[in-house]
Each structure stands twice: as C-alpha cells, then as structure tokens.
C-alpha cells in the first residue's frame, strides 16, 4: 500500500510537466498565453467543482464568510506558475523550465521553514539541508549551462528555437525561479484555507476559483492596453485532444497531494512529485513528446537532473 502511494506521488509529479506541455498547445490555438491559462485554470475549477460535488465537500462552504480573507489568496500563484510554464517550455526545453520551477520550490519552501511564516511549523538549519541546497544550486547550473550549449550548436547537441541574448536568456531563467518559488507559498496558504473549511477538495476548488478571476482580469487589462492579441476560439477545433489535459493535469495534482500529505508527509510528498517532474521532464525533452524539439540528454545535463533529485530528497527529509 506505501508503495502504491509513492507511486501516485511521482505519477502527480509527472502530470505537472505533461500539464504545461499540454498547455501549449491550448497556446498555439487560443493565440495568447493569457488566454490559455485563463481556459486550463477554469477547466481545473469546474473538475474539482465536479469532485466536490460528488464527496459531498460543497457544504463546507458556508464557512465561508468566517475565513480569513487571505487564506482565499493562494490562487493567486496558479496563473503566473501556468502562464510561465506556456512561456517557458518551447524557449528553454521542459527539463530546464521544470529544472528551474523546482528550484524555486525548494528555495521558497526552506524560507517557509526556516522563517516559520504562514502557519509553517519553523526548523533550525542543519547539515543536511545544507547539502540539499548546494546539490539543488549545482544541479540547476548544470541544467541551464546545457541548455545554453545546446542554443550555441555545441556539439552533441540540439539547437533550440530560442536563440536570445544571453541577457534575455537571464530574464526566462528568472522568471522560471519565481514562479516555482511561489507554489510553497500557495501551499502553505492553501493549508491555512483547508483548516477553515475541512474540506481539502473544496479548499482546492476555491482556490483554482481565485485563480480564474485573477487570470481573467489580467487577460482583460491587457486586451484594454493592447498588450496581448484577443483569445481565438475556432482553432481550438483543430486542436488534438490531449490540448486539453492540462487542467485534468492541474486538478489531479492538487488533489492528490492534500490526500497524500495527511498520510505519508509533506517531505516525503514533495520529494516524489520533484522526482516525477524531473523524469517527465527529462523523457519530454528526449524524445520532443507533446510537439516539442527534441533536446538531446547530455552527461552534464542527467547530472544535473541526478543533483537537484537528491538535493531535494535531502532538503524536504532533512526538514
């Protein structure tokens, strides 16, 4: 049974990276990353909406009005995690996109831990999240300085799309670490949210709800300024049906983890879904699944994958 679990935290994991895989292709149809996420984040609510339904969880929301108003704020992580992930993927590969998302889910959740902000029980720093940390930061190094050997042609190597200044290279690497930081935070509040209601799917609804308004009234902000071009919906007939799975994707990782901490703990959670990002990540990137370019795996590269599975094994058990 123990085993079964492990298994359904690294399959979660591996959804996360076939999720923004998916979501581009909601992308290349809709004509705007904001759009798109707008459309995978509403999928997601109406799924959960869809569970909470069925589990009964629908009546814990007349607690409502007794919840602290910024326990409601953890959706606000969702659409710049998905929009980035859209705006990632096809620029710097899904390895260092996930690569990058999970460095900043480590570093995020160590200042949750070590802080002991946000109802997180606080942990002194020792030894061994230490080494988790250095192994995370060699590891995502060695990633990313593949990555950017590839987009020089370097030997052994497949050219990627994006061929950017290195400078605009610095500001997708960025923006990949913020928006994996955010998601401990999300969690962490998301926490606080399902302590109010007692109903983690409802909690979980709720918060993929927040995400959809705040996604929506950036979508249209933007349109207002001129900013992004006006969401197309007659492609989406063309679009191949797995376009689709990224809100399934976004629905079932969610709801997996609210059952699996309870029962085999939010360290050993986390470390499997990283585990089951990583090798998604890495087998999307090999064989250009889901119409990506085919990125080749290098030495430095697998190294890298190997380091930042172990620094956060080390981090998330060492807590």
Do not use: E
Not at 160 to 189: E, N, Y
Not at 204 to 223: C, E, H, K, Q, W
Not at 269 to 280: I, L, P
């Amino acid at each position: 049974m123990y085993i079964a679990l492990l298994a359904s935290a690294l399959l979660v994991g591996a959804l996360l990276a076939v999720q923004a895989s998916a979501n581009l292709q909601l992308n290349r149809a809709v004509g705007t990353p904001y759009g798109a996420s707008t459309l995978q984040l509403t999928v997601a609510a109406v799924l959960l909406a869809v569970l909470a339904a069925v589990v009964g969880g629908l009546g814990a929301l007349h607690a409502l009005p007794d919840v602290t108003w910024w326990h409601l704020l953890g959706g606000l992580a969702s659409p710049l995690y998905i929009t980035s992930g859209i705006l990632l993927f096809p620029r710097l590969g899904a390895l260092t996109a996930v690569g990058l998302f999970v460095t900043g889910q480590m570093f995020a959740s160590l200042a949750l831990d070590l802080g002991g902000i946000i109802g997180v029980k606080q942990v002194p720093l020792n030894l061994g999240i230490v080494l988790g940390a250095v192994a995370v930061l060699v590891g995502i190094t060695l990633i990313v300085r593949g990555q950017l050997a590839a987009q020089k042609g370097g030997p052994g190597t497949a050219v990627a799309a994006d061929t950017k200044p290195a400078v605009a290279q610095g500001g997708w690497i960025v923006l990949g670490i913020i928006a994996g930081g955010v998601l401990p935070f999300q969690g962490a509040i998301n926490a606080q949210l399902r302590a109010d209601l007692h109903a983690p799917i409802t909690a979980a609804m709720l918060s993929f709800i927040v995400a959809v308004v705040a996604i929506t009234i950036v979508l249209l902000v933007l349109r207002a300024t001129n900013r992004t071009p006006a969401p197309k919906f007659a492609p989406l007939k063309q679009m191949p049906w797995w376009g689709w799975l990224g809100g399934a994707c976004a629905a079932a990782y969610v709801t997996v983890t609210f059952l699996l901490i309870p029962v085999i703990g939010a360290a050993t959670t986390v470390a499997f879904t990283v585990t089951g990002q990583q090798v998604a990540s890495a087998v999307i990137d090999q064989n250009g699944f889901f119409r990506l370019p085919k990125r080749k795996l290098t030495g430095p590269r697998v190294g890298g994958v190997v380091l930042l599975v172990l620094g956060s094994f080390l981090v998330q058990l060492a807590r």
